[in-house]
C-alpha cells in the first residue's frame, strides 16, 4: 500500500502542468530523488496507438512515455494533433497546419522565431532527413513562466502541409543534441492516403475574466460594451489562447477549412482623437507584425448595419499570409478588428471574415451597466504565482521587494512576472483600467543617491515632465515607506501621476498616466491605484509556529492536530517558482500538501481530478487489494475530491483535491502498518485557504 501511493504521489508531481502563454509548458517533474526517478522510469501509459485519420500520422508510446487523448494533448497546447509525456515529466506534441507553397526552412525559422520565451537562445538550426523527407530540426533553450526549459522541434512538409514534431523538457533534466526525445521521433510514423484538413470547431466553456465573461456560448464584455455570438463553424477563444494569438486582443473567432483568424480588441481614446485613433493602432500593428500594403488595397464590409473599411496587407514570413486591419471610433471608445489567413484562400476568407463582423452586437447601455454589476460581484479572476511573487484576490505582493498592491474598485488588470519585464525593464508589476484608459508600472532600481527628492526628480527628467522651478512634489505616505509624488505632463498628449520612494537601498517609482480627460473620467481612482501600494518591512513567503504553518505565496494555511510532527520540504528547485510541496510525519501518519500554479486556462480543476483520479485507481488498485474509494467532501469551505483505501495489512490512503481559480491543491495522508490510522479527519479541517 505504502510503496503504491508513494508511486502515485510522484506521478501526481509529474503530471501537474503548468501551462504559460506561447508554447505552453505543459507537465514538467517535480520529483528528484533517485528513488522516485526508478518509480517515473518504470511508467508506461496505454500502449494503443494515436492514429490521426484526418491528418494521416501515427504516433506511439515508447517505454518510459504516456500517450495522451486528443483532449488532455491540447492542454498542453490548444493545436495538439496528439501527445506524450514521458514519466521524468518530458512532453511531445504533434502539430499540423495547412501550408500551402510554404518553403521548408523559411516555415521552420518562422516557427522559431514565433516562440515567444525570456532569455531565448537557439542551440542548432540544420537540415535533416526525417521519415524519408527534407526536414529542419531545431534546438533551443528560454525561460517561461520562471522556468527554465529546453525545446526541440523536427519540422517538415507534407502533402502542402506544415508538421512539427515538438518536444519540451526542463533545460537542466534534459540534453543536449535531443537523445531525451529520440524515442518519441522513432515511434512517430506517416500513413498512406490523402490528408484531409480537420473541421473541429472550439467551444469556449463557462468562464470570466477582468471586465469580460463567457456564458452559453456567448462572449460579452462590459468594457467594450458587446456581445459576440459565435457563427456557425466558428469557434471562440478567450484569455490565455487569445493572448498567445495577438497580445491586447480581447476575445478572438477561429474557423477552420479555411482557417480564419478574427480578433477584436478594444480601448478609450482621446476626444478628437478618433479620426486618428484606428490610423496609429494600424501603424502599430503593421510595424510589430512586419507588414507591407496589397493590392487592391481595401475590403468593403458592414458593420453594425453600416460600412466598414478594412485595410488589406501582407506578411513578410515564408508562409504567404494575408491580414485586414480596421475600425470605427464613437463617443470616445474605439474597437478595432484585426484578421488574417493564408494568402491562398483570400477570397473564401474574406467572406468568412464578413460571417464575423456580423457575429459582433452592440450593448445597450441598460445590458453593460447590468453586466457590469454582474462581473463586479464575482471574486478577482486573476491569479498567478511566481518564485517570489503571488497574485491572488486582488493582491500582489512582491516578497523580494517587501511590496504589496492591492486592486482598486473598479476593472483593473496586472500583469506580472515575465508579462510585467515585457513592458519594461526592472518592471515588477503593470497594471491598467480598460474602463478609464490608464495603464501603469511599479518599478525597482540601483541608486545611487541616498536623496529622495534627487531621485524623485531624476524619474521626473526620464519621463520628460520637468516640473517648473520651485515646484515641490507632495508627500505620500507607502506603507513603511515615505513617498513623493507629482503630476506632470510631457510635451504629448498624455498625463502622469509619479511616485517614488527609496527603500532598503533601492528606487522604486509607481506611475500612472493617460489622456488628461481620462484622468479626469477616472477621478479618485487614479490616486487610488499609487496609494495602494504599501510597502512592508517584513514580508515573508511562508511562517510557521508550533503546529501551525502559514504558506502566504501558495495561499493555504495548515493547523496540524496534537502531536510531533516533522517537516520537510520536497519542492525542487526546478519547480520551486511555480509550485510547492510540503511533507509534515509523525509516528506512522504522513500528509503532503502540494499546490501548483496551472497558469493555463485549459488546466481546469475538472482536468485535474479527472487525471489524478486516473492515476491514483490505476497506482492504489494495483496488487488485488480492493478498489479506490471516491466521494465527495469539503475541504476549506471547497467542495473537494476525496480519494480512500484502507487495507488491514498495509494501512491507508487519503486524497483530497481541490482548487481556487487557477491555483490547485492536493492532501495526501497516509498511514503505513499493521492496523496504521492517521487523523484524516483532523489534518483535512485544519486545511484553510487564505487570501
Same mark, same amino acid.
Given at each position: 500500500m505504502a510503496t503504491n501511493a508513494r508511486k502515485a504521489i510522484a506521478l501526481l508531481v509529474a503530471l501537474l502542468g503548468l501551462g504559460v502563454a506561447g508554447v505552453v509548458v505543459g507537465a514538467l517533474v517535480l520529483a528528484s530523488s533517485p528513488a522516485v526517478k526508478r518509480v517515473l522510469a518504470e511508467w508506461a501509459g496505454p500502449k494503443e496507438a494515436v492514429v490521426d485519420e484526418e491528418y494521416r500520422f501515427r504516433l506511439?508510446?515508447?517505454?518510459?512515455?504516456?500517450?495522451?487523448?486528443?483532449?488532455?494533448?491540447?492542454?498542453?497546447?490548444?493545436? $495538439?494533433?496528439?501527445? !506524450?509525456?514521458?514519466?521524468?515529466?518530458?512532453?511531445? /506534441?504533434?502539430?499540423?497546419?495547412?501550408?500551402?507553397?510554404?518553403?521548408?526552412?523559411?516555415?521552420?525559422?518562422?516557427?522559431?522565431?514565433?516562440?515567444?520565451?525570456? &532569455?531565448?537562445?537557439?542551440v542548432s538550426f540544420r537540415r535533416e532527413?526525417? @521519415?524519408?523527407? &527534407?526536414? /529542419?530540426?531545431?534546438?533551443?533553450?528560454? +525561460? +517561461?513562466?520562471?522556468?527554465?526549459?529546453?525545446?526541440?522541434?523536427?519540422?517538415?512538409?507534407?502533402?502542402?502541409?506544415?508538421?512539427?514534431?515538438?518536444?519540451?523538457?526542463?533545460?537542466?533534466?534534459?540534453? /543536449?543534441?535531443?537523445?531525451?526525445?529520440?524515442?518519441?521521433?522513432?515511434?512517430?510514423a506517416l500513413l498512406d492516403g490523402e490528408v484531409r484538413n480537420a473541421v473541429e470547431t472550439q467551444v469556449a466553456t463557462d468562464s470570466y475574466g477582468v471586465g469580460w465573461r463567457v456564458k452559453d456560448g456567448l462572449f460579452e464584455s462590459a468594457i467594450l460594451g458587446v456581445v459576440v455570438h459565435p457563427p456557425e463553424g466558428w469557434g471562440l477563444a478567450v484569455g490565455d489562447e487569445v493572448r498567445r494569438m495577438y497580445g491586447d486582443a480581447e476575445v478572438a473567432l477561429l474557423a477552420q477549412a479555411p482557417d480564419v483568424y478574427f480578433t477584436l480588441s478594444g480601448e478609450r481614446v482621446s476626444a478628437g482623437r478618433e479620426d486618428t485613433a484606428i490610423t *496609429?493602432?494600424?501603424?502599430?500593428?503593421?510595424?510589430?507584425?512586419?507588414? /507591407?500594403?496589397?493590392?487592391?488595397?481595401?475590403?468593403?464590409?458592414?458593420?453594425?448595419?453600416?460600412?466598414?473599411?478594412?485595410?488589406?496587407?501582407?506578411?513578410?514570413? !515564408?508562409?504567404?499570409?494575408?491580414?485586414?486591419?480596421?475600425?470605427?471610433?464613437?463617443?470616445?471608445?474605439?474597437?478595432?478588428?484585426?484578421?488574417w489567413y493564408l494568402t491562398a484562400i483570400e477570397s473564401s476568407a474574406e467572406t468568412r471574415v464578413g460571417e464575423a463582423l456580423g457575429a459582433i452586437r452592440k450593448l445597450s447601455e441598460g445590458e453593460r451597466q447590468t453586466l457590469l454589476s454582474k462581473l463586479a460581484a464575482l471574486p478577482d479572476p486573476e491569479s498567478d504565482v511566481g518564485q517570489d511573487y503571488s497574485l491572488r484576490a486582488g493582491a500582489f505582493r512582491s516578497f523580494e521587494h517587501g511590496l504589496v498592491w492591492h486592486k482598486p474598485p473598479g476593472f483593473w488588470r496586472a500583469a506580472t512576472g515575465e508579462s510585467a519585464r515585457a513592458l519594461a525593464a526592472g518592471a515588477i508589476l503593470g497594471f491598467s483600467s480598460p474602463e478609464h484608459g490608464l495603464r501603469g508600472l511599479a518599478m525597482s532600481e540601483a541608486t545611487a543617491t541616498g536623496d529622495p527628492m534627487a531621485f524623485h526628480f531624476d524619474v521626473l527628467n526620464v519621463i520628460g515632465g520637468q516640473p517648473p522651478r520651485g515646484f515641490e512634489p507632495e508627500a505620500l505616505k507607502l506603507g513603511a515607506a515615505e513617498g513623493l509624488v507629482s503630476v506632470v505632463e510631457p510635451p504629448g498628449e498624455l498625463r502622469y501621476l509619479v511616485a517614488t520612494s527609496l527603500w532598503k537601498g533601492r528606487g522604486y517609482r509607481m506611475v500612472v498616466?493617460? *489622456?488628461?480627460?481620462?484622468?479626469?473620467? $477616472?477621478?479618485?481612482a487614479v490616486e487610488d491605484a499609487l496609494r495602494a501600494f504599501r510597502f512592508q518591512p517584513k514580508l515573508e513567503v511562508e511562517d510557521s509556529a508550533a503546529r501551525r504553518f502559514r504558506d502566504l505565496r501558495m495561499g493555504y494555511q495548515l493547523e496540524l492536530p496534537p502531536g510531533e510532527?516533522?517537516?520537510?520540504?520536497?519542492?525542487?528547485?526546478?519547480? *520551486?517558482?511555480?509550485?510547492? @510541496?510540503?511533507?509534515w510525519t509523525s509516528g506512522k501518519s504522513t500528509l503532503l500538501v502540494m499546490a501548483v500554479e496551472a497558469s493555463s486556462t485549459s488546466q481546469t480543476a475538472e482536468w485535474f481530478e479527472g487525471i489524478v483520479g486516473e492515476l491514483f485507481q490505476r497506482e492504489l488498485g494495483a496488487g488485488g487489494l480492493g478498489g479506490l474509494v471516491r466521494s465527495e467532501a469539503t475541504v476549506a469551505g471547497t467542495k473537494a475530491t476525496h480519494f480512500s483505501r484502507s487495507a488491514v495489512l498495509a494501512g491507508t490512503v487519503d486524497v483530497f483535491l481541490l482548487s481556487r481559480r487557477s491555483t490547485l491543491y492536493a492532501l495526501v495522508v497516509t498511514a503505513q502498518g499493521l492496523g496504521a490510522k492517521a487523523p484524516v479527519d483532523s489534518l483535512a479541517a485544519g486545511f484553510t485557504l487564505i487570501e
Open positions: 506511439e508510446a515508447p517505454r518510459g512515455w504516456r500517450l495522451l487523448g486528443r483532449e488532455d494533448a491540447r492542454r498542453l497546447t490548444p493545436e $495538439a494533433r496528439a501527445g !506524450a509525456m514521458s514519466g521524468k515529466g518530458e512532453c511531445v /506534441v504533434v502539430l499540423v497546419e495547412y501550408a500551402p507553397g510554404a518553403e521548408l526552412e523559411g516555415y521552420a525559422r518562422l516557427l522559431l522565431d514565433n516562440m515567444t520565451l525570456e &532569455d531565448k537562445k537557439e532527413t526525417f @521519415l524519408g523527407k &527534407d526536414a /529542419v530540426r531545431f534546438e533551443l533553450t528560454g +525561460t +517561461t513562466a520562471e522556468l527554465k526549459l529546453r525545446y526541440d522541434a523536427t519540422v517538415f512538409l507534407h502533402q502542402g502541409h506544415g508538421y512539427q514534431v515538438l518536444g519540451w523538457g526542463l533545460s537542466g533534466k534534459t540534453t /543536449v543534441g535531443g537523445s531525451w526525445i529520440e524515442p518519441m521521433r522513432r515511434s512517430f *496609429a493602432a494600424e501603424e502599430h500593428v503593421v510595424s510589430s507584425l512586419h507588414l /507591407v500594403p496589397a493590392e487592391p488595397g481595401e475590403l468593403l464590409a458592414s458593420w453594425f448595419g453600416s460600412p466598414l473599411t478594412l485595410r488589406s496587407y501582407r506578411g513578410k514570413g !515564408a508562409l504567404p499570409m494575408s491580414y485586414l486591419h480596421g475600425g470605427r471610433c464613437e463617443a470616445g471608445h474605439c474597437l478595432r478588428v484585426l484578421a498616466w493617460g *489622456a488628461p480627460e481620462h484622468f479626469e473620467l $477616472a477621478g479618485a510532527w516533522g517537516r520537510d520540504d520536497r519542492t525542487p528547485p526546478d519547480m *520551486a517558482a511555480r509550485a510547492s @510541496l510540503r511533507a
